[in-house]
């Protein structure tokens, strides 16, 4: 995969939340992704909590969740 599509993703992601009149955006992140953490928060995430939550493919797994105020 070419370096740079995550960011690409999520800088134009954001702008239809926007104009969707969404208040804000937040990313569940499993604990052992830190190259996940590393380029939510250099797109301007902040860690808002950890918290353990069901989903189907990883049963229940702590999760940090990160937010953005839109």
């Known amino acids: 995969m070419e370096k740079g599509v995550g960011k690409l993703v999520v800088e134009n992601i954001l702008p ?10 937040r990313l569940d992140v499993l604990d052992a992704c830190k190259a996940a953490e590393r380029l939510y928060t250099s797109c301007g995430f902040r860690f808002a909590e950890a918290k353990e939550m069901f989903y189907e493919d990883t049963g229940w797994t702590e999760y940090k969740l990160f937010e953005m105020n839109l």
């Not at 239809?16 to 955006?25: D, F, H, L, Q, S």
């Open 16 to 25: 239809i939340a926007g104009a969707e009149n969404k208040k804000a955006a």
